[in-house]
């Protein structure tokens, strides 16, 4: 018979131990570990009984083919985009995001769809009551969908009710955090409830061929809560982010088995929903009616889809010590070495100037294509020469100050020339290429950061400053 242990365990990573500790050894955590109630069976460690024996698996050969798998269409095309095609049955997909972001208003709109299918679609939730999702499909006009709704955080009880009837073809639970299952001695929420109840319904969704997808918490940190294997025992992984003071939402696939990572759907919040954004370039570069020093369109990709942004910066001299240096969309280390580079091939000495570099509309951009494009918005705002507006910019900048070329350079062009712009700054590999399809649209090859000043300086057009902005023009040494 199986006895009770006590174990030791991190909140954050996972990690058990035999004692408690004030920092985690594993993850670095402090006040993260937490007791907990385990079980000893048979083939546990210390539990004196021998593991029994298995049956033979069957191996195959990498050689056959298998049919590709079936999905389940959502009808909203962004969900579909980042979800690889749609969602397979079978499978588990887990969507984490910030409180308040829009995750339960998106997965009831996603069922609400499919049931309208004629599907079988269920929603489980543990954190509100009948009543008010029952408003919140109201206030989307979703009362009339097909979407049975059901209130309970017990596991045993969703499964049991899961059991009863035909199989569901999806089924969402909001949220994983707060099921647990009765044969665990531990809190909702804690490592052992959470993992348990993954793998459950992991269980439940492999053996009848439903999907399930589960809304999970994210940290102040923004990772999902919970330990990292959970991730690992999903098929997908999802986020859904935003910022407070943005009106559209950006729902971002880290993890897909069955589908390209990295992949984004975008999505704007109004009073009757999430809508789709059927052209996000033209909603991150905005209304660029008249030329600004500091701004700089961005020609980037985001999974498989190429996507325009506009680059802010703000170069201000500093009375400060320590100047300030504030991020926000991009690696704060990668402008360190932006500016580093500047400053050692270029003669711009930047050491006294606050700088505030802003990704338009608050999307996150990590890859190093974005470097060319940083570097001539800081170059636009410390000389105050504005860039052309039917200009794009992209390359990555090596520690030698050389610009490198990137991945994909014919779909960034290529989306540059569909939205009318009519020149582009691009690495001087991609320039020399010969490709077809880049009528009306001119390049110009930079080989490194001193060809970048000598454009602005050559094709930047001078804004007059505002009265008393004149003490701030950079100086020759500065230059």
Request: hydrophobic letters at 45%; aromatic letters at 4%; charged letters at 20%.
């Amino acid at each position: 018979m199986a006895r009770q242990a006590k174990k030791f365990v991190c909140q954050a990573c996972g990690s058990e131990s035999g004692k408690w500790s004030g920092r985690c050894d594993a993850c670095g955590g402090w006040n993260t570990i937490a007791e907990e109630a385990g079980v000893l069976g048979a083939g546990a460690p210390g539990s004196g009984r021998s593991m029994p024996k298995g049956r033979v698996v069957e191996l195959v050969g990498l050689t056959g083919k298998d049919p590709a798998p079936e999905r389940i269409a959502s009808g909203i095309a962004e969900f579909d985009r980042v979800s690889g095609g749609g969602l397979v049955p079978g499978s588990a997909v887990i969507v984490g995001g910030d409180p308040g972001v829009g995750k339960s208003t998106l997965l009831l709109q996603a069922l609400a769809a499919i049931g309208s299918t004629g599907r079988n679609v269920v929603y489980i939730s543990g954190e509100e009551a009948v009543a008010q999702v029952r408003l919140r499909a109201r206030r989307l006009n979703l009362s009339d969908a097909p979407v049975t709704l059901g209130v309970e955080t017990n596991l045993s009880n969703i499964l049991t009710t899961l059991a009863e009837g035909p199989v569901p073809d999806v089924v969402v639970i909001d949220s994983i955090q707060t099921v647990w299952s009765p044969t665990l001695d531990a809190a909702p929420g804690t490592v052992s409830q959470l993992r348990a109840a993954t793998q459950l319904l992991i269980n439940y969704a492999k053996s009848r061929g439903a999907v399930i997808l589960l809304v999970g918490h994210v940290t102040k940190e923004g990772q999902l809560a919970g330990p990292k294997v959970i991730e690992h025992m999903v098929d997908t992984v999802l986020y859904f982010e935003g910022e407070t003071g943005h009106h559209f939402r950006i729902l971002r696939a880290i993890k897909n088995r069955f589908g390209p990572t990295d992949e984004i759907g975008v999505f704007e919040m109004s009073d009757g929903g999430l809508r789709e954004v059927k052209n996000p370039s033209r909603l991150f570069i905005g209304d660029r009616e008249s030329a600004n020093p500091g701004s700089a369109v961005f020609a980037g990709i985001e999974g498989t889809r190429p996507l325009l942004v506009e680059i802010q910066a703000l170069v201000a001299p500093s009375s400060l010590a320590t100047p300030r240096r504030a991020v926000v969309g991009w690696d704060g280390n990668r402008l360190a070495m932006v500016l580093a580079v500047l400053d050692a091939h270029c003669g711009m000495h930047l050491a006294s100037h606050d700088i505030y570099l802003n990704v338009a509309g608050g999307l996150r951009v990590k890859e190093p294509a974005a470097d060319l494009a940083v570097a001539a918005a800081l170059v636009s705002s410390l000389l105050n020469l504005s860039l052309p507006l039917d200009s794009v910019v992209f390359g990555e900048v090596s520690l030698s100050g050389a610009v490198r070329a990137v991945a994909q350079g014919e779909a960034r062009l290529k989306e540059a020339q569909k939205l009318g712009f009519q020149s582009a700054l691009v690495p001087s590999e991609i320039a020399t290429q010969k490709k077809g399809g880049r009528d009306g649209l001119t390049l110009t090859a930079i080989g490194d950061l001193a060809d970048l000043l000598g454009w602005v300086r050559t094709c930047g057009t001078s804004v007059a400053r505002s009265a008393g902005a004149d003490a701030d023009e950079p100086t020759s040494a500065q230059l």
